[in-house]
């Protein structure tokens, strides 16, 4: 079965970084284009970023271009996003996601952003 394990993430100070990873598995992963969504309190869950099959494109919100990259490694089924000059409004939970027929959604993990 599809399972998506996420890890990082935490709280960090306004300007810092972080980390977050997804570990894939049950699915042939390097077939599949992967992406990371974040939902801030009361709001809906938005794109952060994607990545297709091979990691030859990269899409990107408005709000972290520049800042945050997403990336994979195939050989280890894992993609990444990489947070740099974190904002307060970044903080949210963090979910990797795979469409495989239908949408598989990783266990989520809390970024604050916080002074």
């Known amino acids: 079965q599809v399972q998506l394990v996420q890890s990082g993430g935490g709280l960090v100070q306004p300007g810092g970084s972080l980390r977050l990873s997804c570990l894939a598995s049950g699915f042939t992963f390097s077939t599949y284009t992967m992406s990371w969504y974040r939902q801030a309190p009361g709001k809906e869950r938005e794109l952060v970023a994607a990545?297709?099959?091979?990691?030859?494109?990269?899409t990107y919100a408005d709000s972290v271009k520049g800042r945050f990259t997403i990336s994979r490694d195939n050989a280890k089924k894992m993609v990444y996003l990489q947070m740099n000059s974190l904002k307060p409004e970044d903080t949210a939970v963090y979910y990797c996601k795979a469409r495989v027929r239908r949408d598989y959604w990783g266990q989520g993990t809390q970024v604050t952003v916080s002074s």
């Open positions: 990545i297709t099959s091979t990691g030859g494109t990269t």
